[in-house]
């Protein structure tokens, strides 16, 4: 258990917490440390733990809280907690704020369970590719900052399409290089990245669509 990704939850809506942990904890890798109901607690149960939480799930609606008040003072006291904010405030200059303070991920009310999943999964990809190295090559910048498309298929003015994480994208690439791979199913693809097949299929097909793999 102590390899799991510690998860903090910052909703003021029981049921909703409730069923946020329920998909949290269906996540491999992950644990709930704790609830919390406002700002006020949060800040509190961050003050007085010994074991700090790695990741938030912040609610931006919370009662004793103004605006984006609770993200701004958790960025200044804990800078090296990442946050996702799972919420109902779809404003843009809301979310624009939130990816200014540093938000990992951003997703709105009500939760799809397919796109949460997505999104821790991501998280724990993002993690361990930080603790994996300690340099980075601007080919490994450009995907974890949303740029490998530029160097995945030579155009710059072409995005990675829907559905194909960079970070994953990127992991994939490394595991079909010549010289630590001569091939790989969607299967055995799924079973190693801890996707569903028809996943690992599709960012197959995407390698090959860019002409640097061939299907055999």
């Given at each position: 258990?102590?390899?799991?990704?510690?998860?903090?939850?910052?909703?003021?809506?029981?049921?909703?917490?409730e069923?946020?942990?329920?998909?949290?904890?269906?996540?491999?890798?992950?644990?709930?440390?704790?609830?919390?109901?406002?700002?006020?607690?949060?800040?509190?149960?961050l003050?007085?733990?010994?074991?700090l939480?790695?990741?938030?799930?912040?609610?931006?609606?919370?009662?004793?809280?103004?605006?984006?008040?609770?993200l701004?003072?958790?960025?200044y006291h804990?800078?090296?907690?990442?946050?996702?904010?799972?919420?109902?405030?779809?404003?843009?200059?809301?979310?624009?704020?939130?990816?200014?303070?540093?938000?990992?991920?951003?997703?709105?009310?009500?939760?799809?369970?397919?796109?949460?999943?997505?999104?821790l999964?991501?998280?724990?990809?993002?993690?361990?590719?930080?603790?994996?190295?300690?340099t980075?090559?601007?080919?490994?910048?450009?995907?974890?900052?949303?740029?490998?498309?530029?160097?995945?298929?030579?155009?710059?003015?072409?995005?990675?399409?829907?559905?194909?994480?960079?970070?994953?994208?990127?992991?994939?690439?490394?595991?079909?290089?010549?010289?630590?791979?001569?091939?790989?199913?969607?299967?055995?693809?799924?079973n190693?990245?801890?996707?569903?097949?028809?996943?690992?299929?599709?960012?197959?097909?995407?390698?090959?669509?860019?002409?640097?793999f061939?299907?055999?």
């Open positions: 258990m102590s390899d799991h990704i510690r998860v903090l939850v910052i909703e003021d809506d029981f049921r909703v917490a069923i946020n942990r329920k998909y949290v904890e269906s996540v491999e890798g992950y644990i709930v440390q704790e609830v919390v109901k406002t700002g006020q607690e949060a800040l509190a149960y003050e007085k733990c010994t074991i939480p790695q990741l938030i799930l912040l609610d931006i609606y919370i009662p004793d809280v103004e605006g984006m008040e609770l701004w003072q958790l960025r804990y800078r090296h907690m990442d946050i996702i904010a799972v919420t109902a405030a779809n404003e843009a200059a809301t979310i624009q704020e939130a990816i200014r303070g540093g938000a990992f991920d951003y997703i709105v009310k009500p939760v799809d369970v397919e796109r949460f999943t997505q999104s999964k991501r998280y724990k990809q993002y993690r361990h590719f930080f603790t994996a190295k300690e980075l090559e601007q080919r490994e910048i450009d995907a974890v900052t949303g740029n490998d498309a530029q160097t995945d298929t030579g155009n710059t003015n072409t995005n990675l399409p829907k559905g194909i994480d960079p970070i994953t994208l990127n992991d994939i690439r490394d595991l079909l290089k010549p010289n630590k791979e001569k091939g790989i199913t969607a299967v055995d693809l799924s190693r990245i801890g996707t569903s097949r028809s996943t690992a299929r599709r960012y197959l097909e995407y390698l090959v669509s860019t002409g640097r061939i299907r055999r």
